[in-house]
């Protein structure tokens, strides 16, 4: 199957700095990523889609400026979280679009952030 | 808008027991469904999947069966082992786009 990596996979900062995450597709191309936000004992939330050569689209009640993406190739997209605050420590996901041959989305295995 | 709607457990099983977790769904158009499952400190792996109405996804002995007179895709395995334990999410996507949409989640607890 294919292979969605994520880094890093455990960050810990302290308020007020900025994280930037990395998802990459290992074996495929994908033209589009998403990125997902997990709270405890809830489920996975759209945050944002990422498109590689433009700007990301965003869900509504997501802030584009705290939340900053960028697809910038065929296999890495990155989140930066800016001026991190406790509020903003979670489990965030990424996935990749693979288009051939299944048309199917292929998750990574998540990174946790913890602000301090 | 797409929602999906799942039991949110948890679900604490004795091993060899018959699991089933409901799943109904709203969605525009003929949505493909979708289970996936999460394992502690891990991200989510597809289980199984069924894109149209009656078809049957299944995998690892893990079934569901695509219900669109009851618009519901019920996960059911017949002995579970402790191994299963996790979280199981019921998803779809629908429209032709590729916007995921999950529902709560279920934690899964198989004790020996």
């Known amino acids: 199957g294919a292979v969605v990596s994520q880094h890093p996979s455990r960050v810990i900062c302290k308020s007020g700095t900025s994280v930037k995450i990395e998802c990459r597709s290992l074996?495929?191309?994908?033209?589009?990523m998403f990125w997902y936000r997990q709270f405890p004992k809830q489920s996975l939330m759209l945050m944002a889609t990422?498109?590689?050569?433009?700007?990301?689209?965003?869900e509504q009640g997501v802030e584009k400026d705290k939340f900053l993406i960028n697809h910038a190739s065929l296999t890495l997209s990155t989140l930066t979280v800016t001026s991190a605050h406790p509020e903003d420590s979670s489990f965030y996901i990424c996935?990749?679009?693979?288009?051939?041959?299944?048309?199917?989305?292929?998750f990574g295995p998540g990174t946790r952030l913890t602000v301090t | 808008g797409d929602s999906v709607t799942q039991m949110e457990g948890p679900v604490t099983l004795s091993e060899e027991a018959f699991l089933t977790i409901n799943c109904t769904y709203t969605a525009t158009g003929y949505p493909s469904l979708f289970w996936y499952v999460q394992y502690p400190g891990e991200g989510l792996q597809l289980l199984l999947k069924a894109t149209k109405a009656d078809d049957k996804g299944s995998n690892k002995g893990f079934e569901a069966t695509y219900r669109k007179e009851t618009t519901s895709f019920h996960l059911e395995k017949g002995s579970v082992q402790v191994s299963d334990s996790a979280v199981y999410f019921c998803?779809?996507?629908?429209?032709?786009?590729?916007?995921?949409?999950f529902g709560i989640g279920t934690k899964l607890q198989v004790i020996p």
């Open positions: 990422s498109n590689e050569g433009s700007k990301a689209t965003y």
């Open positions: 074996d495929f191309q994908a033209t589009t």
């Open positions: 996935s990749a679009h693979r288009e051939t041959p299944d048309y199917e989305q292929y």
């Open positions: 998803a779809l996507t629908s429209g032709g786009y590729q916007k995921v949409t």
